[in-house]
């Protein structure tokens, strides 16, 4: 019996052993391929209405690409894209984008994102508004479900705290981002997206 059945563990094993390289060399493939015209090629786009996507969590770039086939997040643009891909290959290419260098830009406008700062690290007392850094974690790298805003363009980010506040995103678990979001002035959203897009390598 155990002679008939070494075989057998011993070809199950070389095709785990296998399995990982020729995933990834596909997830590179589809970065390179699919993804690249939006979020660029190593995930840090350079325009404004892609999110960059390099360095952030796995957990979180799952769970999006996972909604956005759903519809529990909806975007036009993702919808199709996600739809293309097979569900084996959504955790080699979060790896993937994980695993390059995130790179960002400075603040614009110095002033703004000083007062921006303030809201990071402490919200508003009056208003009820928590600190952004209580879930997103110092300088916004993130972390599991809370993801990385460091670096990330203002305007996709506005774009993000504007549509949780209008209950046009509703994909944040329960309805933390959304809570937070309607408790901000367009002034300290406009602040504190400025604030975060200068943090994190540039
Ligand atoms: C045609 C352009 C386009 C292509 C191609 C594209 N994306 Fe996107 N992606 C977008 C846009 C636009 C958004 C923002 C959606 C929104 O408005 O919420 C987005 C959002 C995302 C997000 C969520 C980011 C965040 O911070 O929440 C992830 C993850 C993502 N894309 C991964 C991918 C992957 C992986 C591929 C390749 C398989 C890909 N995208 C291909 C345009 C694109
Ligand atoms: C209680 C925890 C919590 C707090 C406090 C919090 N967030 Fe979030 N935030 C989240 C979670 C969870 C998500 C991801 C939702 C999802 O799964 O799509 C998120 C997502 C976001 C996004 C979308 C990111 C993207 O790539 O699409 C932005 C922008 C954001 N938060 C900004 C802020 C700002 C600014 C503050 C402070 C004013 C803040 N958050 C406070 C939990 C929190």
Known sequence: MTRLHLPAALLGLTMVAMAFPVQAEDA???AATICSGCHGE???????MFPRIAGQDETYIIKQLKEFRGGQRKSDVMAPVVASLKSEDLA????HFNGQKPKGQ???DAKLAEQGKGVYLDGNENSGLPACIGCHQPEAVGHGVYPRLA???PEYLLQQLKSFAANE????ASRLMRVVAKRMTEDEMKAV????SGLGPK
């Not at 190593?42 to 404004?48: E, F, L, V």
């Not at 995103?169 to 944040?172: E, F, L, S, Y």
Request: aromatic share 4%.
């Open 193 to 196: 997206t400025e604030y975060i």
């Open 92 to 95: 080699p290419l979060a790896a």
């Open 151 to 153: 670096g990330q363009h």
């Open 42 to 48: 190593d995930g840090n786009s350079t325009i404004p």
């Open 169 to 172: 995103r509703t994909n944040d």
């Open 106 to 108: 400075d603040a614009r």
């Open 28 to 30: 590179k493939t589809i």
